[in-house]
């Protein structure tokens, strides 16, 4: 009978002293909703979602979802960026489960695109890549990876680059592309399947008047790995273009 009772009190300590999973905080949250245009009210496709680092494009319906890495009852910043749009940008936070339904509403940036384009156009020609204008690597873009070749189109929001990537070799695929520029120097990450495999190729390097150079890390879900250098191309400031794989 002792015996019992001090199993009992045993139990009953452990239960009270021990963390119980409701404590612990999870990054599982979900930001979802649509992107509108501002004057029509009409979904927008193709816009770019940008959160904590992770980019993704709504689809024909203006529909987005940003899956995982939000924490509950949190405050982000969420931007939006389409062609032919300004960019926007919006606080929010999640509720107690992580989860955030936000709408945005692009304006139209129609008034100031032929100063945008004629910036990026001057900039390619007579400018270095450390001046104060805005967007300078925004557009189309060539990369050459050794012996393969990516169509990319850039959006830069601030020192923020994101956008869409696409290639024909070895089979047509595409991918969205996130990262980040500080004076000269940029970093990529183009995350793509292919053939079933998730990649990631990791891009660092120099841009100066409208090329890129430097090297890559590409990895994939399978374990493979490999390195090179890279050189890009700036074919256009316009994004508008831009076609993925078929």
Known sequence: MKL???????IIAVAIIAPTGGNSTTLDGTIYGHVYDDETKEPVSSAFIRCEGETVITDAEGYYSLVGGFAPSTTYTLI???????DTSKTIK???NGKAEVDLFLGSSQSDQPAKESIATEKIEYHPFGDT????????????LDDAQISMVLYQSGDLLFGAANSETPEPWNGVVSGSAEEDQIELEILSLQGGVLVSTLIKGIATEGTLAGSFVQSDSSGQAKVGNVMGF????????????D
């Not at 204008?133 to 050459?144: D, K, P, S």
Request: charge should be negative; glycine fraction near 10%.
């Open 80 to 86: 939006g960026y389409a062609s032919g749009y300004q």
């Open 133 to 144: 204008r805005t967007n300078i690597l925004e557009g189309r873009w060539i990369l050459n």
């Open 234 to 245: 700036l074919t256009s400031p316009e994004t508008s273009g831009y076609e993925p794989a």
């Open 4 to 10: 019992s009772w001090w199993m009992a009190l045993t």
């Open 94 to 96: 999640t509720d107690p």
